[in-house]
């Protein structure tokens, strides 16, 4: 099989240090593969391009709409709601749900994978061919496996988890409601904040198009698992701590706590819609004037603007609004500041992967710009 889907990708995801574990634990890219040669676990995401071929994000034609599923979706359980869909009810389900969920992905990857091993080498992720078993099925196989012109990975990239995670924060509002006459003020902003995140990236879905996940991982279990399990019942955790935790908010506090999240706001979106705008149109009046850096590739490196400020200003904001969500809930736990911290270290993690990318293809030119950008997400810390 190796023979008809081309060379063996080197183990990359973790680094150096990573890699090393990934031998570890995996064996060795002579390990269990030359027992068995499984590679590829999915998650679930709708990329909706021309069927076959190259799985190229530029062959694929995006349907955006990924908002109008978050609306569709709202008006179908507002419908079941008033039939008596008992929608408080939910909050006492997720440990089974989260459960069902994850052997989900168990059974969806094993059948992305068995799909991958008939795939053109056309079709493989850049990493996710290294003839080490464990670690192809993990980090994924195919590209962006289809069926016919379904595209199943950009589909889950955002939908399904993060539909979810807006209505599993809704069922626990619902349920607070219930238990106490109505939400709490921090539920009420724990929810705001979330929906307004949730609903930012799916309006602007198609940005997907050109993250790291769609261009260069495969669709295996890290991000099955992630899309349809992780992040609605996880990044859920500070409404659902506040649920049965509740805690007293006053309005001035509460007032501190929405401008943080504004702050993140608007840093996050301003670095991602320069940045797509910058790739769509270089001379769009709003973009025109940022000074950059040219490259061998013929692509032009932003150095002003957000990106003059630090390389990942939107990584920056994504964790300025993590701590916006986890003050609600005070301080007399660590729980829900878990997201916090495991964003964190995912950021930094993606950022090192980024770096490395970014070298490979630029060179000399990505030099100079971490020359000129010498923080990577913190302006003066890191």
């Avoid at 106490?180 to 904040?193: D, E, K, Y």
């Avoid at 769509?280 to 032009?300: F, W, Y």
Wanted: with cysteine; proline share 7%; net charge negative.
């Amino acid at each position: 099989m190796a023979s008809l889907q081309g060379p063996r990708a080197p183990l990359e995801f973790g680094g150096p240090l990573g890699n090393e574990a990934e031998r570890g634990w995996a064996g060795g890219p002579n390990g269990l593969s030359r027992v068995c040669d499984l590679p590829d676990l999915a998650l679930v995401h709708v990329y909706v391009g021309r069927g076959g071929g190259d799985a190229q994000p530029q062959d694929l034609l995006c349907c955006d709409s990924g908002f109008q599923a978050l609306v569709l979706t709202a008006l179908l359980v507002g419908l079941g709601v008033s039939v008596g869909l008992p929608l408080g009810a939910l909050p006492e389900m997720l440990l089974p749900l989260a459960f069902a969920a994850t052997i989900t992905t168990f059974i969806f990857s094993f059948l992305l994978y068995m799909k991958a091993q008939v795939a053109p080498a056309s079709a493989l992720a850049p990493g996710g061919n290294s003839g080490n078993l464990i670690y192809d099925f993990f980090l994924g196989r195919e590209l962006n496996p289809r069926i016919c012109s379904f595209d199943f990975k950009y589909f889950c990239e955002l939908r399904p988890g993060l539909i979810g995670w807006v209505f599993i924060n809704l069922a626990l509002l619902v349920q607070e409601a219930e238990q106490r006459g109505s939400p709490s003020l921090a539920m009420w902003l724990v929810n705001g904040f979330q929906l307004l995140y949730v609903g930012d990236a799916l309006w602007h879905e198609e940005a997907v198009l050109t993250t790291m996940d769609i261009t260069h991982d495969g669709f295996g279990f890290m991000l099955a698992f992630g899309d349809l399990a992780w992040v609605p019942f996880t990044y859920s955790l500070q409404a659902q701590f506040l649920l049965y935790h509740p805690q007293p908010l006053g309005l001035p506090m509460a007032a501190v706590i929405c401008l943080i999240n504004a702050i993140g706001y608007y840093i996050f979106r301003g670095a991602n819609s320069q940045k797509n705008t910058f790739r769509k149109n270089p001379s769009d009046p709003s973009v025109s004037g940022l000074e950059t850096i040219p490259t061998a590739t013929g692509r032009q490196l932003l150095v002003s603007g957000w990106w003059g400020m630090v390389r990942h200003p939107n990584y920056l904001g994504d964790l300025i609004m993590a701590l916006a969500w986890s003050l609600p809930c005070g301080v007399s736990h660590l729980l829900p500041y878990f997201y916090i911290l495991y964003f964190t270290a995912l950021l930094v993690h993606r950022e090192a992967r980024d770096e490395r990318q970014c070298l490979q293809k630029y060179g000399r030119a990505w030099h100079e710009y971490c020359r000129r950008v010498p923080y990577r997400i913190l302006p003066y810390i890191y």
